[in-house]
């Protein structure tokens, strides 16, 4: 499981549009816009290189001008399969 916090910034008046967008894929919350063009993403993906390839595909949608990476976790026990052992 990895989780990200994101800050998309577009032009102010591409923001209505970049949230319609986001809101639609699957994984993607967006939190909060501003009037000067930016919005406040969480993203929550499966797999090791899943986030990662969010970030891209939000890089890559009409009228968004560059993405940030603020926050990154990543929970390895989950992606491991680690469930523990029991001795006799």
Same mark, same amino acid.
């Given at each position: &499981?990895? +989780?990200?916090?994101?800050? *998309?910034?577009?032009?102010? =008046?591409? #923001?209505?549009?970049?949230?319609? %967008?986001?809101?639609? &894929?699957? $994984?993607? =919350?967006?939190?909060?816009?501003?009037?000067? $063009?930016?919005? *406040? #993403?969480? *993203?929550?993906?499966?797999?090791? $290189?899943?986030?990662?390839?969010?970030?891209?595909?939000?890089?890559?949608? =009409? $009228? #968004? +001008?560059?993405?940030?990476? *603020?926050?990154?976790?990543?929970?390895?026990? =989950?992606?491991?399969?680690?469930?523990?052992? %029991?001795?006799?």
């Amino acid at each position: &499981m990895n +989780i990200c916090g994101v800050l *998309v910034h577009t032009r102010p =008046e591409d #923001v209505s549009s970049v949230r319609e %967008q986001l809101e639609a &894929m699957d $994984g993607i =919350e967006v939190h909060a816009t501003t009037d000067n $063009g930016r919005l *406040v #993403v969480t *993203v929550e993906a499966d797999g090791d $290189g899943s986030g990662a390839d969010y970030l891209r595909s939000i890089d890559r949608l =009409e $009228g #968004v +001008i560059t993405t940030a990476l *603020v926050y990154h976790y990543r929970d390895p026990i =989950e992606e491991e399969g680690c469930h523990g052992t %029991q001795s006799a």
